[in-house]
């Protein structure tokens, strides 16, 4: 919603102040067609060249982060404090092996199938049953586990970093293909250089456009999309953290209940349940799966 409302002021007082200052608009708007052409054309078409078939698929789905904010809700951060609670309880009053038959097969699991949103996310279920096969294995050292799970969370959050750097790329790209544009429009006009005065005024104001947009979109418009983008893709990947910290905190032998509140300090501040709210989540969890 914000981001909606900060493009629209963006271009009701850029171009608004134009206006009240005496600008002729229509310079910009005859000559913004050609000019987005060749500098929109050479952006997306050194995108496509930096970059690979699925970065391009990613950044595409990633623009609406940009404008729905982060997928985790603070019911979801609950939610996985609470599969979490029901996981290391179980562990703590049967043992791992009896987690073999849920993290097998989580689709069936009486446990994750819980809670449904939780389940959507593939990278999470795989990451917590991943580290309790592990544990299954006899791997219960804390600091080997930790080590292996901060391993995967740095490949998986690399990988979806990889769309807001390649906008940023194209932020950064923006204002010099405006000048590409404009030394065209500059290129025309020296091949008018004939013509009178006034014609010659329109041309070059027409070139110049080039680079006003070029500069105006990638710092405008791009570069803050990154940035959003960038910052979305980080508070997600706290929702990772939360499980690393847990299950972590189980194998230093704290209790479930302990080890969740471990977890509950690395909930963003905006979704994170307080004390009492998690403990009265708790209450209503069943001792053991």
Same mark, same amino acid.
């Given at each position: ?43 997306? %078409? ?13 950044? @595409?789905?990633?623009?609406? =982060? ?6 985790? =809700?603070?019911? /979801?951060?609950? /939610? ?66 930790? /080590?292996?799970?901060? =391993? ?48 010659? @005024?329109?041309?070059? @104001? ?23 983008? =960038? ?38 501040? /905006? ?9 009265? %989540? ?6 053991? %799966?």
């Amino acid at each position: 919603m914000f981001q909606i409302i900060g493009i629209v002021l963006l271009f009701a007082l850029v171009f608004g102040s134009f206006i009240i200052s005496g600008g002729n608009i229509g310079v910009i708007l005859h000559a913004a067609p050609h000019e987005l052409m060749a500098i929109l054309g050479a952006a997306v %078409a050194s995108f496509l060249i930096g970059n690979s078939m699925t970065v391009i698929k990613a950044t @595409g789905g990633g623009m609406g =982060k940009v404008f729905k904010g982060p997928k985790w =809700k603070p019911q /979801d951060y609950k /939610d996985l404090l609470a599969l979490l609670f029901l996981l290391t309880k179980t562990m703590k009053s049967k043992g791992v092996i009896a987690l073999e038959s849920h993290i097998e097969n989580p689709t069936e699991s009486t446990i994750f199938s819980r809670f449904p949103n939780i389940m959507k996310d593939h990278f999470a279920i795989d990451f917590i049953c991943d580290t309790l096969r592990m544990m299954t294995m006899n791997l219960e050292d804390p600091h080997q586990v930790e /080590d292996a799970m901060e =391993k995967q969370l740095e490949k998986h959050h690399h990988e979806a970093q990889a769309p807001s750097h390649a906008l940023q790329s194209m932020a950064d790209a923006l204002p010099a293909l405006g000048i590409v544009a404009a030394v065209l429009g500059v290129i025309k006009t020296m091949g008018a250089i004939t013509e009178p005065p006034e014609i010659l @005024g329109e041309m070059i @104001g027409g070139a110049l456009v080039g680079t006003f947009l070029g500069v105006f979109m990638a710092y405008g418009l791009v570069a803050p999309m990154a940035t959003r983008m =960038k910052e979305v893709i980080d508070e997600e990947g706290s929702f990772y953290k939360i499980i690393q910290s847990v299950l972590v905190a189980h194998l230093h032998g704290n209790a479930a209940q302990i080890s969740v509140e471990i977890g509950r300090g690395s909930v963003p501040s /905006d979704a994170q349940p307080t004390f009492l709210e998690l403990e009265e %989540a708790l209450s209503n969890m069943p001792n053991e %799966a």
